[in-house]
C-alpha cells in the first residue's frame, strides 16, 4: 500500500542519451563501468531529507508555498507518513542513500527527553521500512541552528548549559546515525560564529567548539562506530562570521586541536561560492590534505546573496568537481549529497522527481567527462610539465639551498629568468572537449 504521493509516476529508469522523456535518466546507468567501478558506486547518490520533506517553501521573505499531506510537521503521525513518501521517492529514484538533521524526522516536543523519546521512535520507524530495500543512510546530524536556543551558537555558546544541550544532542543523532547503519556523522556549526565582536570572546569560543569535536571523536570510538566524523564549512549565512569559513579554516582548526587524523570535510558547492572560492577549489584543498569526505552537491544562484541550494545544472562545473574527487581516489564513506530544494513555485510531487532526475544526470554527465580527462592524462601532463624544472637536480638544489647561496648563485650566473606562458586559454579549451 503506497501513501498515494507520488501517484502516476513510475520508476525512473535510464534511457540513454536520445531520450526525450523528462523522468528517465540519460546519462546516470548506475551500472556502467567507469574506471573499473560502476557508476553508482562512484557516485553514492542521497537525498536530503531536509529540503525535500522537511522544507515547506519559505524564503527569507515568505513563508509556506508547498503544501503536503505531512503537513503540520508536529505529529509522530505526519512524521510516520512524511518516512513512508520518502521511502517511496527513493524507490522511484533508485537513490542508495539519504541524509537528515533530528529536526527533519521527528516533531518538536519541547523537551530534550521527548525529543530524544519521539527521535529514538521515527529511526525505529525508517529503520523498519529500510528491511528488504537496497537503502542506506549516508550522514545523519543535529539542526543546532534553527531553534532559538541555538541564537548565539551551539558549542561556541556563551551559555555553558547550551554546551551540555548540545552535547547531549549529539550524543543522541549519533546513536541514531549508528542505529541506521550511517557511514558518517556530519557536523555543521550554522551559528557557530558571531554578530559582533563587542560581545564575543572568539578564543575562548573556538577552544569550547575544539573540546566539544573532541568529545564527538571520543564518543565515537567508545561506541564502535565505523563511519567518518565530518565537518562542513560555511562561511557566513546566518551569522556575520562563521569559525567554519572554509576548507583551509577548518583544515587549520582541526590541526590546533589535534583532529586532523580523526575529522575530514563534507564540502557543499553552495558554500564554496558564499566563500568566494569555486566548487574546484575547496575539494582540491580538502584533497591535497588528504580530509577530502563527502559532498553536498547544489548550485546558488549568482545574483542573489544567500544560499539558495538550487539542484546542480551546470555540467562544465560539475566535471572539475569529479576531476578532483577521481584524482583524489574517489569517496570511500562519503558520497553526493543532494543538499538542494525546489523552486518554491515548484509545488507539485512530479517536481521533487524532476529535480533529482536532473540532478543526478548531470553529476553523472560530469563523471564521465573527468573520467575522460583523467584517462587521457592531458590536464596531468601539463601541469607535470609546468613544474618540470623543480624534479631536475638544478630544481633539487635550488630548493634545498639558502637565501645567501642562492643570492650569489644569482650573482655568479647573471640569472634574468623570463616569464613562462601559464596557456590557460589552451587548457580551458582542452576542458571543454570532455563537456
Not at 543522541?172 to 557536523?187: F, I, P, R
Request: glycine share 12%; proline share 4%.
Amino acid at each position: 500500500m503506497t501513501t498515494g504521493f507520488f501517484d502516476g509516476i513510475d520508476k525512473v529508469r535510464y534511457e540513454g542519451p536520445d531520450s526525450d522523456n523528462p523522468l528517465a535518466y540519460r546519462h546516470y546507468n548506475p551500472d556502467e563501468v567507469i574506471l573499473g567501478k560502476r557508476m553508482e558506486e562512484h557516485l553514492r547518490f542521497a537525498c536530503a531529507w531536509w529540503h525535500s520533506f522537511a522544507w515547506e517553501g519559505g524564503d527569507p521573505f515568505g513563508g509556506l508555498t508547498f503544501e503536503r499531506p505531512w503537513h503540520p510537521q508536529d505529529s509522530m503521525a505526519n512524521a510516520k507518513l512524511k518516512a513512508d513518501v520518502a521511502l517511496e521517492m527513493f524507490d522511484i529514484l533508485g537513490q542508495p542513500f539519504f541524509c537528515w538533521h533530528d529536526a527533519d524526522l521527528r516533531p518538536e516536543q519541547g523537551s530534550y527527553g521527548e525529543n530524544l523519546a519521539t527521535l529514538d521512535e521515527i529511526t525505529d520507524y525508517i529503520g523498519a521500512g529500510m528491511e528488504g530495500r537496497d537503502l542506506g543512510c549516508l550522514w545523519g546530524t543535529a539542526n543546532m541552528f534553527s531553534h532559538r536556543r541555538w541564537m548565539a551558537g551551539a558549542s561556541t555558546n556563551p551559555d555553558p548549559e547550551v554546551f551540555a544541550y548540545a552535547a547531549a544532542t549529539v550524543k543522541g543523532c549519533m546513536d541514531a546515525t549508528m542505529k541506521l547503519g550511517g557511514q558518517n556523522y556530519v557536523l555543521w556549526g550554522g551559528r557557530e560564529g558571531y554578530e559582533t565582536l563587542l560581545n564575543t570572546d572568539m578564543g575562548q569560543e573556538l577552544d569550547h567548539m575544539g573540546r566539544f569535536l573532541s568529545m564527538v571523536v571520543d564518543y565515537k570510538h567508545k561506541i564502535g562506530f565505523k563511519g567518518t566524523i565530518l565537518v562542513e564549512p560555511k562561511p557566513q549565512e546566518p551569522s556575520k562570521h562563521q569559525y567554519d569559513y572554509d576548507a583551509a579554516t577548518c583544515i587549520g582548526f582541526l590541526r590546533k586541536y589535534g583532529l586532523e587524523n580523526e575529522v575530514k570535510l563534507n564540502l557543499e558547492q553552495g558554500h564554496a561560492i558564499l566563500a568566494g572560492h569555486s566548487f574546484e577549489h575547496e575539494l582540491a584543498v580538502a584533497a591535497s590534505e588528504g580530509m577530502l569526505g563527502s559532498i553536498d552537491m547544489n548550485r546558488n544562484d549568482y545574483q542573489s546573496g544567500w544560499d539558495t541550494d538550487q539542484f546542480p545544472n551546470n555540467v562544465p562545473e560539475v566535471a572539475l568537481a569529479y576531476y578532483h574527487v577521481l584524482k583524489a581516489g574517489g569517496f570511500d564513506t562519503g558520497g553526493t549529497n543532494f543538499d538542494a530544494k525546489l523552486r518554491r513555485q515548484s509545488i507539485d510531487p512530479v517536481d521533487l522527481i524532476a529535480g533529482h532526475v536532473g540532478g543526478m544526470d548531470v553529476c553523472a554527465r560530469g563523471l564521465k567527462a573527468a573520467a575522460a580527462m583523467l584517462e587521457d592524462g592531458g590536464l596531468e601532463d601539463a601541469l607535470a610539465g609546468r613544474y618540470a624544472d623543480w624534479q631536475t637536480e638544478r630544481g633539487q638544489g635550488i630548493l634545498a639551498s639558502d637565501l645567501e647561496s642562492l643570492q650569489a648563485q644569482v650573482l655568479r650566473e647573471g640569472l634574468d629568468p623570463q616569464p613562462r606562458s601559464g596557456r590557460q586559454e589552451r587548457l580551458e579549451n582542452y576542458v571543454n572537449r570532455f563537456v
